[in-house]
């Protein structure tokens, strides 16, 4: 179950069949098969740096986020496009119904938290193929730059996403983790397991 209190926890499982994200070969031995490699990425909102409203926008368009991975497995082809942040999760428009509220510079400020560190992992999840070559996970076809501190050089708006086609191991496994502090600020993190070595 999904909340979106305090302490928010996404785990998200792309149940998706073996025909879209590819399997390990059959020709390797059980044996063979390297250990699941997990990354995490976070970062943390300074109390000085959260204005009203923020948090809240960053959580909404976390759990819109959630809801499209959770379609994967009922609509396969959805993977087989481009992904984009603000089409495919927000849905082209911020609606109120979604939790998306007023903040001290606008409406539904804040939630390019959540494409930003999407960007983030991205830019950190590689895999080893069987060729030895280092490849990414997820490859990014298209974002604008968000310059803000929060992000640092991960920063990312209009963000287009895809899985690397050339990824033949088994369904990675994604998790959220939104805590706010005491002293009003708070910390994301987005950890993910997939298979990062595949045999030559």
């Not at 983790?177 to 005491?182: D, I, V, Y």
């Amino acid at each position: 179950m999904l909340k979106t209190g305090k302490f928010l926890m996404i785990s998200i499982v792309w149940a998706l069949c073996a025909c879209l994200v590819g399997s390990i070969p059959p020709t390797h031995a059980a044996s063979e098969v390297s250990p699941l490699r997990e990354v995490s990425v976070s970062f943390s909102y300074h109390p000085l740096q959260v204005y009203g409203g923020r948090l809240t926008n960053s959580k909404a368009a976390l759990v819109l986020l959630y809801k499209l991975f959770a379609r994967f497995p009922s609509e396969p082809n959805l993977l087989k496009e481009p992904l984009s942040f603000v089409n495919d999760v927000i849905g082209g428009k911020f609606h109120q119904k979604d939790g998306f509220v007023w903040t001290d510079y606008g409406y539904a400020y804040g939630t390019c938290g959540a494409a930003s560190l999407l960007n983030q992992l991205a830019r950190t999840a590689l895999f080893r193929g069987s060729d030895g070559r280092m490849r990414p996970l997820f490859l990014v076809l298209k974002y604008t730059r968000e310059r803000n501190p929060t992000y640092g050089t991960f920063g990312a708006a209009d963000y287009v996403w895809r899985l690397n086609p050339d990824y033949r191991g088994p369904v990675p496994r994604i998790a959220i983790r939104f805590h706010e502090t005491k002293a009003g600020g708070g910390v994301v993190t987005m950890s993910m397991r997939y298979q990062g070595v595949f045999p030559g």
